[in-house]
């Protein structure tokens, strides 16, 4: 009796592989938001759905602001929330636009002004982890010192980004290949690449995913919560630039304003990604996908002849579905 209670003993205590909604369940359920308002746009407006230049347009316009979401990922994971990448993005592109206009190369002009755009989140990281202050207070400020140096900077006054000397960086940045796709889109998807290798691959990656879920198990276990948090911010601040000097040449022009209408799509699309608000948890493949879902809603509901004035709506009802259908799915993953 003993030995067959003896060996069934590990059969009980063994321990289950994840399930495939524990792996996988919140991934599916972004999919799955993405898919069903695909479907309802293309069987609302079949003529605009099924052409490819739908399909272009997206590609050219959701980076600008998939480039931030993808990396605010990031921030958020770890607790943090940052509102000023969007006057990060203008200061960078002034930086860059001022300098190539004073006769700067065009690849130092670049360069220095991702260096701005990576200072800037430093600056922002130090101020939130040396002072102990909420992000959202120092980044509402930071919001807008960042602005009013470029305002101050050029007052007010844009640059054309139309002249020859720009051709190469413009066809490398927001060039059109295979079939028409633009370059921004590329750049986009080797950014999310790269994040989620960081995320999900590297030592650094875990340090966030523990400073979000538990940021006293994560200082038991040796990790350095303030590099973690100031480094994240760096890197949004980095790719921010990168979104400001990108979105430039989209339009040819830099406006030191840029960028003042894209804070809620950038965050929207975290959250809309699978991204919890309190930290921990966070998907970069989910923001990817959450920043097309955001690009396609004002579209597609022109396209299919609704009041543009309902967008606001429809785009509210997105949000709040895809919030309760990852309530359920986490619920249903914890079981």
Request: charged residues 10%; aromatic residues 12%.
């Amino acid at each position: 009796m003993s030995s067959t209670k003896d060996e069934a003993a590990p059969k009980n205590n063994a321990v289950r592989p994840p399930s495939f909604w524990r792996r996988f369940g919140l991934q599916v359920g972004i999919w799955s938001v993405g898919l069903v308002m695909w479907l309802s746009f293309v069987a609302l407006a079949p003529g605009a759905f099924a052409h490819k230049n739908i399909y272009l347009a997206f590609a050219s316009t959701t980076p600008i602001f998939a480039l931030m979401a993808i990396p605010l990922t990031l921030v958020i994971i770890t607790g943090e929330i940052d509102l000023s990448f969007p006057s990060i993005m203008a200061l960078a592109a002034c930086t860059f636009s001022e300098m190539a206009q004073s006769g700067v190369s065009i690849w130092i002009s670049l360069i220095v002004g991702l260096l701005v755009g990576f200072i800037c989140g430093l600056v922002n990281g130090y101020l939130v982890m040396k002072f102990n202050l909420p992000s959202l207070v120092i980044t509402i400020g930071t919001q807008f010192l960042f602005v009013g140096i470029d305002l101050a900077w050029t007052n007010g006054s844009g640059v054309d980004l139309t002249p020859a000397k720009y051709n190469t960086i413009n066809k490398l940045l927001v060039g059109r290949t295979f079939g028409g796709v633009a370059n921004q889109f590329w750049w986009t998807v080797l950014v999310a690449i790269f994040l989620w290798f960081l995320l999900n691959r590297t030592k650094f990656g875990s340090h966030v995913f523990l400073t979000g879920d538990n940021k006293i198990s994560a200082q038991l276990m040796g990790v350095n919560i303030k590099r973690v948090k100031i480094m994240t911010f760096s890197i949004l601040g980095t790719f921010a630039a990168l979104a400001g000097i990108i979105g430039s040449f989209e339009v040819s022009y830099f406006w030191p304003t840029m960028g003042s209408g894209l804070l809620l799509s950038a965050i929207a699309s975290v959250f809309l990604g699978g991204t919890s608000v309190y930290g921990g948890t966070g998907s970069i493949t989910g923001s990817f996908v959450g920043a097309f879902i955001i690009g396609a809603i004002n579209a597609g509901i022109v396209a299919s002849g609704v009041n543009a004035f309902y967008t606001q709506i429809f785009f509210g009802l997105v949000i709040i579905i895809s919030v309760i259908m990852q309530a359920l799915i986490s619920k249903r993953i914890r079981k």
